[in-house]
């Protein structure tokens, strides 16, 4: 590998980890911001806050969606750092004349869809429940039944072939490059897509 191409590589690697730690950076600050409001909220005013809660409207189906959508930025993207910082990598040793930074913001955007539509599928069942009065509005469950059946599912899983399935999928991710690699913007974007599935 040339110097030039080693120091090309470095500034990349650089500057996608800058770009990705100020997302992360950004997602904690909300999510402390509105974690102190919260606490900080005037006791009377939570009195009269968490019982509205139990019957949301538009507006608290966009704020709970939105604070799920945060949440999973904020967790995730560091844990994807690595994958997309290879993904940088590979970008521009492959097209060496062009940036890097377009196509892996694409793929950085396919991983944020996938979570997206988690966060979506998060606030329905965090409604859901609230709404069958299984949990409280701080989201404490009240239902003994549904503690124990989420704790048999998550020990169901650990036994599971699912779970080995997906340690099998996000373990080595040179693997999902070397038969996935798609060219372009819309092949970035679908690559986020598949293996942040």
């Known amino acids: 590998m040339s110097q030039a191409l080693a120091a090309v590589l470095k500034r990349d690697r650089a500057m ?9 950076i950004v997602s904690w600050a909300y999510l402390i911001c509105m974690d102190w409001g ?3 909220m005037d006791v009377g005013m939570q009195m009269v ?6 019957h949301w ?3 608290d189906l966009v704020l709970v969606f939105l604070m799920w ?3 999973m930025v904020a967790m995730m993207v560091p844990a994807a750092s690595p994958t997309i910082l290879l993904f940088a990598e590979i970008n521009r040793r492959r097209h060496q004349r062009r940036g890097t930074f377009a196509a892996t913001g694409q793929f950085l955007l396919g991983y944020l869809a996938v979570w997206t539509g988690f966060s979506l599928f998060a606030t329905i069942a965090q409604w859901g429940l609230l709404t069958a009065a299984l949990v409280s509005p701080m989201m404490a469950s009240t239902s003994n039944v549904l503690a124990a059946g989420l704790l048999l599912m998550a020990g169901l899983f650990q036994l599971s072939r699912l779970k080995y399935a997906c340690l099998a999928h996000c373990r080595s991710p040179i693997g999902f490059f070397a038969t996935e690699w798609r060219e372009g913007l819309w092949g970035a974007f679908k690559m986020g897509l598949k293996h942040g599935g």
Do not use: K, S
Request: proline share 4%; aromatic share 4%.
């Open 57 to 59: 409207n538009a507006w």
């Open 49 to 54: 806050i968490m019982p509205a809660m139990e």
């Open 69 to 71: 959508a945060v949440m």
């Open 16 to 24: 996608v980890a800058l770009g990705l730690a100020g997302v992360v």
């Open 38 to 40: 919260m606490r900080h």
